[in-house]
């Protein structure tokens, strides 16, 4: 009788063959992760590294590396430094920043704080948040019909009919990379806002109101304050995102080679019309367009790495910022 | 009874308000230019493709036509088809389309299309291509339009029919006021009509109106038979060198490319997520969890463009060499984990105490064990059983093999959404309340039997919502397309050829599309597709995600 | 008699549609504590939030009835609302200092009035804090992060940020009910001394502590008031059974 009630084993063993399979996917993809990082570390860092061993080997190495972040692209792209690139991608990042910060932050303190929570305003935030899930590429083609198209073509009309018809701002350029760069990052700025608003507890802004604030004061002084640090977490996700972005950025004004950098020193300064060149694109074209025959594979990783560098940086950063903000509102709740 | 001491200035006051009003209407302002952002960007891309779907027009311009301005096509041009023995089939009153690749037939049954059947014009190329709606063909004349693929037929009663030759389609028809109509000459632009006829020898002018004749909805979805095919194909063919070229907008290779793609990367990634997620929610000690999730999600920060390097120069000529060991690390590492696990599982059941972490490092050696052992099997079975080359074997039978193919773009893309679902499902199993587990495991459940049996099944939406995520995300990918997939807009499944998504196609064509051309507005078409099927698929996931947050909320 | 300080007159509230206060009344005097008891859920603090009008920006709020402070009506149109929430203190059930220094959150307030004068600012938070009892623990600190206080030195950090502004009424919401007895003590003691000068308001759960620190007791049942009186007759002589039910504890 007994017997049949005995905990069958070979459920057991298979139980933890499952088990033990699910750790093993788990390595597999930090494996593969690492080995990834690996890879384009080892062959990135091999192209500085110094073909003949003399004994000034690390400083050259240095000196290498500094040569090719400073220094233009000669001979195709295929050699050379990668300065416009990096410069173009920074130019056009920022740029976006200046877009997208203002906009995204104050529309997510408008959705958590101002609106009346209804239908409208939930399916207002659905929207925004499947916007990061839209392919890039659609945001390219927006961009190229909305903002080149359509806004370059009026300016073009309206501003510098003189020199129609040859377009000014009715051709790709930096400003709608920026902008189309703007709207693709817009729901990472908003989502990471809007966490840290909801994170702020509620009697903060109670406590604000019942002395006598404004809504906009108890903004100001208490809830944005606090909110600071997840803002920055959206915003250096935005940028990061917007480093590492490039099949939009074909449609709307990156370019293989562009004469000029988009600041320089003749009025006015910053050139919102120019083309400008940008790293992943750089990656792209030497990559895949270049003369059957020629070896680019060293200076493409080289690239891989400064750009992963830069965009791992920007990703570990935000990582660690909300890391400790959890940690903060944890002690504020444990206070509390 | 008043206790204040400092009096607080009205004006004071009024600014506070003012300053306040001013912000709130500033907030307003911002949310107000992202709805209309997001309503904009639904607008514009419907807005540039609505033309395409227009109606073609005749318009009676006679009043505005300046006629000296106007160059007819000289009518030597327009060589309509002698009987010969060439072409024994087609009657008199035939025309030559645009390009002589084509003829139109008048019959007593309607109008029927002549192509040929082969780019080569020496051998009898004529085969029927389709017929064409029409009740009136007694007398009934024929002209071809320069410069595409449009024709007109007319009859002395002076009805005129527009219509296109590949679409099959009756664009437009008119009523001429003359009577009886002798004669139909076409501008050298193709856009302009003069008729003449009547007692009188009047004329009248006619523009044709038909930007996007070309285009229709059924030719992007059914196989279509185009000049110089033997029969009905999917095609995309949007440039050739030459003017006669007849562009072909089919959106079946597309879609089955980025379906292709997107399902062989699921394939990879969804095991992988999934089990590597309930490992980390459910069996890691918190501490572990803290930095394993994030690595893993730093997998979801590397640029596409550099995986798509990686995919389409390093991996893609290393698997091609080595295609049999990869295809067995990718079957045979599974089985032989399990067996190892079985295996020793028997020997020595004392393991089954030890922590998860220690037991992590024990599974990492025999992970890279079974690797080693599966791709030295792999070399193996290709020795023994492929001849020493599973591509040559794989060609050998009909299969063709292309460097830059669906395993390529499974295994990198795979890799780019696995982050996507891997933080989502872990996020989705992390929040079904702890007490649920707790109460299967007193129940006598075994730690993995509470997962499959209760964490699961109440997680499945979120995890659901995971894939479906993942899957939008493979649905829009790019780079990695545009760079490791060959881009060849194949209509085929096989894992070993390539593909053209929708999205590397947009990358490929959008830069290049005249601006108002059907070239562009039928790639814009394409991507408000994309958008809307991408856009619809995560609003799904996250209703279903929302669904479950207020499910679970009460726990 | 003692002036009216406070006059609510047929206030009913609905959340959504369901009805939190239904037709109250009540007559408030000055410089006396007012005590609110009740079950949970009855209302009290809602009808508290009435009177500051925090209820305004909560969704779905409908409110009807009049509250009139010194005679004004505080629902007319165009009152100014800060201006009302200044006059009339409030402390929460859980201390909500923010998290800036104890200086910084006593005069919050003062600065959100365009006080900028140091000695001005300085002054206040002194007295303020030392009619909260607090200046003599604090007083050498007064840069730290308000967070590191207890949570009796925090609630009281609270009522002098809120007595700062100089209001009229004060509106404590279970002041005491997050405090261990020392502090709940302390904060007894200060409500007593405070009402010298202020027209006090407090909800509580404390049976013991109503009858120890109020001179009126209101007793609310499901968003009614059930019975008002002064607070030794309403403990020792209950005029419903549902009052006496619930001050004898045996409220079901």
Redesign the interface.
Known sequence: MLKNLVVKKPQATQDQRWLWLSGSMLLICLLLVAALLFLIGVKGLSYFWPSEHTEGVWKSFFQNIGFFLTQAPMDHNQSGGIFPALFGTVTMVLLMTLFVTPVGVLSAVYLSEFATQNSFTRLLRIAIYNLAGVPSIVFGVFGLIFFVYILGGSIDQLFFSDSLPTPTYGTPGLIWVSLTLALLTLPVVIVATEEGLSRIPENYRSGCLALGATQSEMLWKVVLPLTTPAMLTGVILAIARAAGEVAPLMLVGVVRSAPELPIDSTFPFLHLDRNVMHLGYHIFDLGMQSPVGSDVMPIVFAASLVLITLVLMLNLTAIIIRQGLRRRFHQYSQQQ | ??????A??PS??R???I??LL??Q??????I???L??V??FV??FW?TLPLFRTATLVDQTDKVQTHDVILLPRLEQTPVKLNQDYPLVSDGSVWLHGDRSIIEPREVGLIQWIMASTNTTEFPMILARPFNHFHVENVSLLALPGSKAFISYDPTGLITLYHATTGRVLASIQSHIYPLKEIEVSVLGDLLKLTGGESNQTQWLQIDAPHAEFSWSILWRPWLYEGHQQPDFIWQTTANTDIFEPKFSFVPLSIGTFKAAFYALLFAI???I??A???AC?LPESARAW?K???E??E??????L???A???LAPLIEMHLAMVLSLLILT?LI??LF??LL??LFMHL?GQS?TS??LL??M??LL?LLISSGLGQQIEVFFFQGDLVEWLNQRGIDYRQRNGLVIGLVMG?AI??VI?SLAEDALISVPESLRQGAMALGA????AV?KVMLPTAAAGIFAAIM?GF??A?????IL??ASGNSPVSDFSLFEGMRSL?AN??IE??EAM?GSTHYRV??LS?TL??ML??L???LA??VR?NLYHRYRRY | MTPAKIEIENLSLKFADRQVLNQINLYIPANQVTAFIGASGCGKSTLLKCINRLNDLKPQCDIEGAIRIDHEDIYQKNYDVTELRRKVGMVFQVPNPFPTSIYENVVFGLRLLGIRKRHHLHEAAEKSLRQAALWDEVKDQLNQNALQLSGGQQQRLVIARALAVEPNILMLDEPASALDPISTLKIEELITELKQTYTILLVTHNMHQAARVSDFTAFLDQGRIMETGHTRDLFTNPRHKATEDYITGRYA
């Open positions: 009874m008043s206790n204040q001491r400092y607080i200035s004071y006051q600014y506070r308000r300053k306040d912000f709130r500033f907030v307003r302002l911002a949310a230019s992202v709805v952002a997001l904009s960007l514009f891309l540039e095991p992988l997520a089990l590597a309930i490992y980390t069996f394993i994030p690595a893993v730093l997998a920060a590397f640029p596409t463009v550099v798509g390097f990686i389409g120069m390093l599974p984990l399990m696990y079985t599982h028997r089954k998860p037991s992590l599974m990492l025999l992970l079974t890799f696995m982050p891997f075994s730690p993995w039997q499959v995520i939008g995300r649905l829009g990918e790019t780079m545009l760079m999205a947009l990358a959008a830069p601006q790639l814009i991507a994309l958008f991408t856009f698929m995560n609003t996250a209703l929302e």
